[in-house]
């Protein structure tokens, strides 16, 4: 249990944010030191006075909580980076990881668009809803670049600083000896490979790019989604490299 008295492992959470800053005991190896980091920093206080303001006046933020991606799979274990933008803004949507979406929820369009990708390319049959917390404990780091967002209100709480955080997180999993596969869908996500090419100039990662899942881009030219083969890369990288692939 967190210290809001909150279960991490827990079917049933409340549907929005309820309180800031969360609970940060449940969060997995490697995480507490940069995200305690970042929270007390200018720029984490700063986000933080913003979004207790949002609370405050009444707005519904999600997801309900922000770090959950870090609370299901720990820095040592990461095999797979898979970037999104922010969480969804639908009620009942969101659940803290990067594209999933809450058991029950029918998957959006982008979500769909994945499956399909799997299907096509590995033979992953349709799963039977769109949580993706069974990838995140095999080592698949699920990380929105913007953690949270108000109802209804896309981007709403981009640039309000979540983006030092995330950019920080990713380049410290690129900085980790063990080889990781980065998915960059679409030029939000792509815009990260400076970052991590920094972090690990001797090109030990694979990095992965196509234009994100959304159904205005997944098969658009150059780098259509559908077809791009990620996910049977991954696994070939993943195996030639003496780690278990992945059960998609």
């Known amino acids: 249990m967190g210290q809001q008295g909150f279960d991490w492992d827990a079917t049933h959470v409340v549907p929005h944010l309820a309180v800031w800053p969360p609970a940060l005991d449940g969060l997995l190896p490697g995480w507490r030191e940069p995200v305690v980091s970042f929270l007390t920093s200018p720029a984490g206080q700063a986000l933080s006075v913003r979004l207790q303001a949002a609370l405050d006046a009444g707005a519904v933020v999600y997801p309900p909580e922000p770090f959950r991606a870090l609370a ?137 790019q196509a234009n994100h899942p959304s159904p205005l881009s997944a098969l658009r030219p150059p780098q259509p989604f559908l077809g791009c083969d990620h996910f049977s890369l991954a696994q070939r990288f993943l195996q030639s490299n003496g780690e278990k692939t992945i059960k998609w």
């Open 72 to 208: 299901l799979t720990a820095l040592q274990d990461v095999r797979v980076v898979i970037l999104g933008q922010d969480p969804y803004h639908g009620p009942g949507q969101a659940e803290g990881m990067a594209f999933s979406v809450a058991p029950g929820v029918k998957p959006p369009p982008s979500l769909r668009n994945i499956f399909k990708e799997l299907q096509r390319s590995l033979g992953v049959p349709m799963p039977a809803d769109g949580s993706l917390v069974r990838w995140a404990r095999q080592g698949v780091l699920l990380l929105n670049t913007c953690l949270t967002v108000e109802d209804g209100r896309p981007a709403s709480h981009a640039r309000w600083g979540w983006e030092v955080l995330t950019d920080s997180l990713v380049a410290l999993v690129a900085a980790q000896a063990r080889p990781v596969v980065f998915m960059l869908w679409g030029g939000h996500a792509q815009a990260k490979r400076p970052l991590i090419e920094q972090a690990a100039p001797d090109g030990r990662h694979l990095l992965l």
